[in-house]
Structure formats: structure tokens, C-alpha cells
């Protein structure tokens, strides 16, 4: 058996390992360009997949945050509201309160490109100023249907604010 393998390395020539080399080698060589190749694409893939879920879970939270504070003007809003309109003649510094509680909320809808709304509630806000010019020399008949007339306009300017929040808000 030693003869055998004796006589197959004599006979054996360096270009007989050569191509068995180069036939070994190359098939490896080739195989671990694919396996690169694919290791490379999958590693891309699964990079834009995080990015894609990381990007999806920053909007769902920045979703989340816009409507809590959204959630936040409409109560801010609706105090305001109740504040002045809730005894049959606004006390003038609850109005004067309110009229700076709705410029603040009015600055904010605007961060939020929410202009239709913010101009709601300048309008509003309009009424409220109305109520504090109202002249103390009025009759009394005038001046409550002055305030009766406020009351009307801004109650109807209210249901348009929370018309349009409401569309903002889904």
C-alpha cells in the first residue's frame, strides 16, 4: 500500500496539483463571493427594516403627542368657555383671563398648521372682546341683549372650533 502511494506521488505533477488547486480553490473562492454577495443584501435588508419600524414607531408616538395635546387645547378651549359663559353675566376678569388663555391657544394651533381653527378662535376671541367693551352707559335692556348676542355667536363659533378639532384630531 506504501508502493501505491509511492508511486502516485511520483507520478503526480505540479500542474496535477495546480489543477486540482485551482479547481478546489476557485469553486470555494466563488462560493464564498455569493455567500458575501447574499450576507451583504440581507444585512441591507434587514437595516432598512429597523429603520422603516424605528420610522413608523417615531410617527405613531408623534401622532400620539399631537393628539394629546390637541385633547389638551379642547379642554383648555372648553374652560374658557365655561369660565365666561357660565353665569348669566361674564364677570370682566374671567373675560380678561379668557381673552389671554385664547390667544394662547390660539398661538398653539398655529404651531400645529391648524389655521382654519386658530381662526375660530380669533373670532371668539372677537366675542369675548366684545363683552368687555360693552359700555357700562348702556340700559341695562341693551346691554344684557348685547351679551345675549355674544353669547349666541360665540356659542355657534364654539361648535365650529370643535367641528374642525375634530377633523384635525383623526
Not at 49 to 61: G, L, P, T, V
Request: glycine content about 4%.
Amino acid at each position: 500500500m506504501t508502493n501505491g502511494l509511492l508511486n502516485l506521488l511520483a507520478t503526480t505533477t505540479f500542474w496535477d496539483v495546480f489543477d486540482d488547486a485551482v479547481k478546489i480553490g476557485l469553486s470555494a473562492l466563488i462560493g464564498g463571493l455569493f455567500a458575501w454577495l447574499l450576507g451583504r443584501q440581507k444585512y441591507s435588508q434587514d437595516v432598512k427594516k429597523e429603520d422603516r419600524k424605528h420610522s413608523q414607531e417615531i410617527a405613531k408616538a408623534d401622532r400620539a403627542r399631537r393628539r394629546e395635546a390637541l385633547e389638551r387645547l379642547a379642554i383648555e378651549f372648553e374652560q374658557v368657555h365655561e369660565d365666561i359663559w357660565v353665569e348669566n353675566l361674564p364677570l370682566i376678569d374671567k373675560v380678561q383671563l379668557g381673552f389671554q388663555k385664547l390667544h394662547a391657544i390660539e398661538a398653539q394651533l398655529m404651531l400645529f398648521k391648524l389655521n382654519d381653527c386658530a381662526a375660530v378662535v380669533d373670532k371668539y376671541r372677537l366675542e369675548v372682546a366684545n363683552i368687555a367693551t360693552a359700555s357700562s352707559a348702556m340700559s341695562s335692556s341693551d346691554f344684557d341683549a348685547r351679551v345675549a348676542e355674544c353669547r349666541e355667536s360665540a356659542a355657534a363659533k364654539r361648535l365650529e372650533f370643535f367641528k374642525l378639532m375634530g377633523a384635525a384630531y383623526s
